[in-house]
């Protein structure tokens, strides 16, 4: 495995992590999500994921933008954060945001399991 890949790893399971805490504490309805250093680190986070992703996708040049398996990531990608916008932002019911939470993270069980076939179709 090269380091970039390496790090796109560690911070897929940093961006997974705190957003699942971060869906659980909505739950609660925890005065943590005000915070701050909460509301700031996941945005870090998900900006060098992406870097990692577009150095990555970047060896295949733009040819990178017809491959199935990526297009399948970049546009489960935008669902994801969609749906997680939906999840963690005010403003939604209590049952639409856990719905959304629950989406958001089914979303990304897809695009992990895309990224290991390298098929756009879910495990196969
Ligand atoms: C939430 C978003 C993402 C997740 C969860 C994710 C997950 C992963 C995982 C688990 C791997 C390692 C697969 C393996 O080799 O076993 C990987 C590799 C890779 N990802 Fe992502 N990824 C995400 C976003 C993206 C995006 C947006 C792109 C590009 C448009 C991208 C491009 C790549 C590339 C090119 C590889 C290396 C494939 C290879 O050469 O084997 N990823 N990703």
């Known amino acids: 495995m090269t380091l970039i890949k390496i790090i796109h790893v560690i911070f897929v399971l940093l961006s997974i992590s705190g957003f699942f805490a971060r869906g659980v504490l909505m739950i609660r309805d ?17 900006t ?3 870097l ?3 150095i990555l996708a970047s060896q295949w040049g733009f040819a ?16 994801y954060i969609l ?10 019911s209590k049952s639409v945001r856990i719905g959304a939470w629950l989406g958001a ?7 992990v399991s895309v990224a290991i076939t ?4 879910v495990f196969a």
């Open 30 to 46: 925890s005065a943590l999500l005000q915070q701050r250093w909460v509301k700031t680190v996941p945005h870090a986070v998900d």
């Open 48 to 50: 060098i994921l992406l």
């Open 52 to 54: 990692s992703a577009i």
């Open 64 to 79: 990178a933008l017809g491959i199935p398996w990526l297009q399948a990531k970049i546009g489960a990608l935008l669902v």
């Open 83 to 92: 749906l997680g916008v939906v999840a963690i932002r005010p403003g939604q």
């Open 105 to 111: 993270m089914l979303t990304f069980a897809y695009i």
């Open 118 to 121: 390298k098929n756009p179709l």
